[in-house]
């Protein structure tokens, strides 16, 4: 019974700290090969177990696109916060450090 | 019709077919430019509530600036139910306005994106209704949303020509800026319409306001070059072909 508390319970942790890196894309956007490459990278670099990554096509999925309001590709989204074009590692690298200071400051407000 | 006869869509906006041949040319797109508070919206929102309930034209309403309850309520005030005509599915109101909650904040943007976001977007409810009308408004946000204004205007021929491509007329609005005398932010709109519709709201007294409505230009039509009167009365915005505006 223990245990079975013990397992939840480090489920949920590892569900709050996994961040999820959405990236939006489509199959006419000349720039989003490129794109794709330095968010798998950098999420490569950070620690890939950190993360999930969602990819979203818009051309055959554009009702998610128009659920957040992206319309320009390629957008990457992380935590509520959002890049479009081919970003910079370093600037994937601050909206992931931003979400992880932002959920600590979560957590230790509980 | 005749070979070199010009297939038109009427309007919806009583008078104004009367100043342009009978309508607006299929599958072109127009700019409906003015400065605030001229009826930009009303008359692009006009043109989708009539193409769907008196011309059977399904249109497809894609608002980048105000969210579409306001557009909802504001128009009901003229009679004009766009929730039963989204229901019915004979319009659909594309939300794309700063307003929504789940939308990201931007905190970055590098000169490498495109729209085709957006068009998949569009292209999907075109789809969905069949539809033969779309309003872009309004196209002057764009200016706030993004930087690489290069970018924009390249993306918004594109863009522009894929709609048309499927048989839609387009209507794009366009903001232009207190003090302006261009049509609109971007210096390009012109070249983006084969029509452009010019609204004024042009103080005439100390104490009274004139609107009206010019047609600047319509590729392939015998249009008005005067300034004519516009109300916008209870049943939305009328166009009065024989009078001259006051104002000019």
């Known amino acids: 019974m223990a245990d079975k508390k013990k397992r939840k319970a480090s489920t949920k942790k590892d569900a709050i700290e996994k961040i999820e890196v959405v990236f939006f894309k489509s199959d006419t956007c000349a720039f989003c090969p490129r794109a794709e490459e330095v968010v798998r990278e950098t999420i490569e670099d950070f620690g890939s177990d950190a993360f999930t990554l969602k990819v979203i096509n818009v051309s055959e999925n554009p009702e998610s696109a128009e659920e957040f309001g992206i319309f320009a590709l390629p957008t990457v989204m992380i935590g509520g916060m959002s890049v479009t074009g081919i970003p910079e590692p370093d600037m994937l690298m601050k909206m992931v450090l931003g979400v992880k200071v932002l959920s600590k400051k979560k957590e230790g407000s509980k | ?248």
């Not at chain 2, 000169?111 to 196209?139: C, M, Q, Y």
């Not at chain 2, 204004?149 to 387009?170: N, Q, V, Y």
């Not at chain 2, 261009?182 to 104490?207: C, M, P, Q, R």
């Open chain 2, 1 to 248: 019709m005749s070979d070199h006869e010009i297939d038109r869509v009427k309007t919806g906006i009583p008078g104004l077919d009367e100043l342009i041949e009978g309508g607006f040319p299929r599958g072109d797109t127009i700019l409906i430019a003015g400065k605030a508070g001229t009826g930009k919206s009303i008359l692009a929102t006009q043109f989708i509530y009539k193409g769907a309930t008196e011309y059977d034209e399904p249109g497809v309403f894609v608002t980048l600036e105000e969210p579409p309850h306001l557009i909802k309520r504001n128009m009901m005030r003229f009679g004009m139910d766009l929730e039963k005509l989204v229901n019915e599915k004979r319009i659909s109101i594309v939300d794309l306005s700063p307003s929504k909650e789940v939308t990201p904040v931007t905190i970055g943007e590098y000169p490498s994106f495109d729209l085709s976001g957006l068009e998949a977007i569009i292209l999907n409810h075109i789809k969905k209704l069949n539809a033969k009308r779309v309003v872009l408004d309004t196209l002057s946000i764009m200016a706030y949303k993004f930087k690489s204004r290069d970018i924009l205007r390249e993306e918004f021929f594109k863009l522009a020509a894929t709609i048309t491509r499927t048989g839609c007329t387009l209507l794009l609005t366009s903001e232009i800026p207190a003090d302006d005398h261009g049509l609109g932010v971007f210096d390009i709109e012109a070249f983006l319409a084969s029509g452009v519709i010019v609204l004024y709201n042009e103080k005439i007294s100390d104490t009274s306001r004139s609107r009206s409505i010019e047609v600047l230009k319509l590729r392939g039509s015998k249009h008005s070059s005067r300034i004519h009167s516009m109300r916008i009365t209870d049943e939305g915005i009328r166009v009065w072909p024989g009078e001259i505006s006051p104002g000019t």
